[in-house]
């Protein structure tokens, strides 16, 4: 059974960090999106399971790290000089195998998101 379940946000100031969790079970291949309220989700990570192959989006490049403890069945997205914009329900979803890693139908379980709110 493939599940993902978010954990790890709240409230920061901007200029601060957060690391957000992805409990990932039955895929190896995770991605991180986040939507804000009125935008459409956006990809911001990817994660290969075999090797730790990292991939990131455009627009938080530079300021996100991807990472996973395969230990733990987990995903970790950290954030890293946080703005307002970055305010959204941050979600994981697990890649089904197929198609760009940057699309959101190359990704069919999704977890239930958790909101990431930057106080100015």
């Known amino acids: 059974q493939v599940q993902a379940v978010e954990s790890g946000g709240g409230l920061v100031q901007a200029g601060g960090s957060l690391r957000l969790s992805c409990a990932a079970t039955g895929r190896t291949d995770m991605g991180w999106f986040r939507q804000a309220q009125g935008k459409e989700r956006e990809f911001i990570a990817f994660i290969r399971g075999a090797d730790g192959s990292p991939y990131y989006g455009d627009s938080v490049k530079g300021r996100v790290s991807i990472s996973r403890d395969n230990t733990k069945n987990t995903v970790y997205l950290q954030i890293n000089s946080l703005k307002p914009e970055d305010t959204a329900i941050y979600y994981c979803?697990?890649?089904?195998?197929?198609?760009?890693?940057?699309?959101?139908?190359?990704?069919?379980?999704w977890g239930q998101g958790t909101q990431v709110t930057v106080s100015s």
């Open positions: 979803a697990a890649y089904r195998g197929l198609g760009l890693v940057q699309s959101l139908t190359s990704y069919d379980y």
